[in-house]
């Protein structure tokens, strides 16, 4: 079936870069996109357009469905610290 639709010339760009990247036509692309979407799991539905701010510091706000400790934050910093020395 044909039809058209509009696509903003940013994204048309990076789909023609994905389409010429996987040998294939910018529809292609468009349809693959499109199923993805369309099958994403139910918890990822929020896009940044959602994403509530904070009026104080207007950083976007993430559930992460678990509390983030400080000790949580202190550990990923500690493995980055190894990563980064090769530990």
């Not at 040998?23 to 099958?39: F, I, Q």
């Not at 400790?69 to 090769?86: N, Q, R, S, W």
Request: proline residues 5%; negative net charge.
């Amino acid at each position: 079936m044909r039809t058209t639709i509009d696509i903003p010339e940013r994204d048309h760009a990076i789909f023609l870069g994905l389409a010429h990247a996987q040998g294939t036509s910018l529809s292609n692309v468009v349809v693959e996109l499109a199923r993805r979407g369309l099958a994403a799991p139910a918890g990822i539905q929020e896009t940044a357009a959602d994403c509530p701010v904070d009026p104080l510091t207007g950083l976007g706000i993430y559930r992460s469905g678990r509390v983030v400790t400080i000790d949580d934050v202190k550990a990923l910093e500690d493995e980055d610290d190894d990563t980064i020395a090769g530990r």
